[in-house]
C-alpha cells in the first residue's frame, strides 16, 4: 500500500496559479483543517459528502468559494460552489455551506485532492488515498468495498481546558476501522506520554474507543501514572509537565494487543511547545498551511478556539509494541 507521506509528493495543478495568495499585511484566506478532516467519507461505498466548514481570512460582505474533488491525474472530478452568505461570522472567521447536494462517489482506488478555493485561488487541500477492500466477486453480494485512509493518521491537536483553575491540554485525533486488528469490529486504545524516554502519563484504561468505518475524531485526557484500581482518583497531567524542556512522544497502542498505531511527537522549549512549520503564517504552499486554531466543539455558539498541533507517523505497520506502557504503570 502507498506510504501516506507519498501524498505530498509533487503538487497537482487545477490549472490555476498562485499559490501564495497571501497580499502584504493580509493573510491569505485558510480553512479549518479539523474542521476538513471531519468531511463526511463513506468507507463501503466510496461517497464524499460536503456541508459546511470554517474558513478565515475572507471577504465579509460576500463568500466567493468552491470545493473541488481532484484525481492523481489533475483531472477535476467534482466542483461545488458554496454559497455566497456567511452562516455565522466571529472576528475574521465565517461558516460557510456549500450549495448541496454536494456528493461525489469514487470507484478507482488512487491518490485524491479535495480542494478548497476562495476567489478561484486554492486555499486548502486535504490529501487522501482510497481502497478497495472487495471486489464484489461474492455471488452473494456482487458488490464492489471501498476504504479511505490518508492524513487522519497523521495529525492531532492540543486544546486547553482548565480544572481548578489550573490549565490542561486534552488531546484530539482521528481513529477507525483500519486501526483494528483483522477480523475484529471494535477495540479501545490508551495514550502513554513520555518525555526523553521516561513515562510521565496515561489515559485511563476505561477511556478510548475504537469503532469501525471511517475515522472519527476522538479527544482523550492524560493523567499521572496510576494503577487502575486507582483511576478514579486519578489527577490529570499538568500543563507544566507538557512543556518542560525536552523531546515527546504521544503513543497511541490498542488495549487488546498494545500494538501501536500513532506516535505524535514534539519538543518543547522554554515553556512552549514548538510549532510545526505549517502552522506559521505564510507557509509555502500557502494550500498546505494549517491554521493553529480550530472550531470548539460542543455548545450551540459559533467560535473558533486555539490549537496546537502536532505531527506522527504511521505507527500501525510491521510488528511494533507498545510494550513500554505495561511497564510504566504495573496495576493497568
Given at each position: 500500500m502507498r506510504s501516506i507521506l507519498w501524498l505530498f509528493v509533487g503538487m497537482f495543478m487545477l490549472g490555476l496559479s498562485g499559490l501564495n495568495q497571501a497580499v502584504m499585511g493580509q493573510p491569505a484566506p485558510a480553512f479549518d483543517f479539523s474542521d476538513v478532516m471531519d468531511t463526511y467519507f463513506d468507507d463501503e461505498s466510496g461517497l464524499l459528502s460536503l456541508d459546511r466548514f470554517i474558513v478565515a481570512f475572507t471577504s465579509e460582505e460576500k463568500f466567493v468559494g468552491e470545493a473541488v474533488v481532484v484525481n492523481s491525474k489533475n483531472e477535476v472530478l467534482a466542483r461545488y460552489p458554496f454559497f455566497q452568505t456567511y452562516q455565522?461570522?466571529?472576528?475574521?472567521?465565517?461558516?460557510?455551506?456549500?450549495?448541496?447536494?454536494?456528493?461525489?462517489?469514487?470507484?478507482?482506488?488512487?491518490?485524491?485532492?479535495?480542494?478548497?478555493?476562495?476567489?478561484?485561488?486554492?486555499?486548502?487541500?486535504?490529501?487522501?488515498?482510497?481502497?478497495?477492500?472487495?471486489?464484489?466477486?461474492?455471488?452473494?453480494?456482487?458488490?464492489?468495498?471501498?476504504?479511505?485512509?490518508?492524513?487522519?493518521?497523521?495529525?492531532?491537536?492540543?486544546?486547553?481546558?482548565?480544572?481548578?483553575?489550573?490549565?490542561?491540554?486534552?488531546?484530539?485525533?482521528?481513529?477507525?476501522?483500519?486501526?483494528?486488528?483483522?477480523?475484529?469490529?471494535?477495540?479501545?486504545?490508551?495514550?502513554?506520554?513520555?518525555r526523553n524516554g521516561e513515562a510521565i502519563g496515561h489515559s485511563k484504561k476505561s477511556l478510548g474507543y475504537i469503532g469501525n468505518g471511517h475515522f472519527k475524531w476522538n479527544k482523550i485526557d492524560v493523567y499521572m501514572p496510576h494503577e487502575y484500581k486507582n483511576s478514579v482518583n486519578a489527577l490529570l497531567l499538568p500543563w507544566a509537565e507538557w512543556v518542560a524542556d525536552g523531546s515527546y512522544e504521544l503513543r497511541v497502542s490498542r488495549q487488546s494487543d498494545g500494538q501501536l498505531i500513532r506516535l505524535f511527537t514534539y519538543e518543547a522549549k522554554n515553556g512552549k511547545i514548538v510549532e510545526l512549520p505549517q502552522t506559521k503564517m505564510g507557509f509555502e504552499p500557502q494550500l498546505d498551511y494549517m491554521m493553529p486554531r480550530v472550531k470548539r466543539r460542543g455548545g450551540s455558539m459559533f467560535k473558533v478556539i486555539e490549537a496546537i498541533w502536532l505531527r506522527g507517523v504511521v505507527g500501525n505497520k510491521g510488528s511494533e509494541k507498545a510494550s513500554e506502557n505495561d511497564e510504566a504503570t504495573s496495576g493497568e
Open positions: 455565522m461570522r466571529d472576528g475574521v472567521f465565517g461558516r460557510v455551506s456549500v450549495q448541496g447536494p454536494a456528493e461525489v462517489r469514487l470507484t478507482e482506488p488512487g491518490v485524491y485532492n479535495l480542494v478548497f478555493l476562495v476567489d478561484g485561488k486554492p486555499a486548502t487541500r486535504l490529501a487522501f488515498i482510497l481502497e478497495q477492500t472487495s471486489a464484489g466477486e461474492d455471488p452473494f453480494n456482487p458488490v464492489k468495498k471501498y476504504r479511505f485512509d490518508g492524513l487522519w493518521r497523521m495529525y492531532a491537536y492540543l486544546t486547553m481546558k482548565t480544572f481548578k483553575d489550573e490549565p490542561y491540554p486534552e488531546l484530539n485525533f482521528w481513529v477507525g476501522g483500519k486501526d483494528l486488528p483483522e477480523g475484529e469490529d471494535k477495540d479501545m486504545y490508551r495514550v502513554d506520554l513520555y
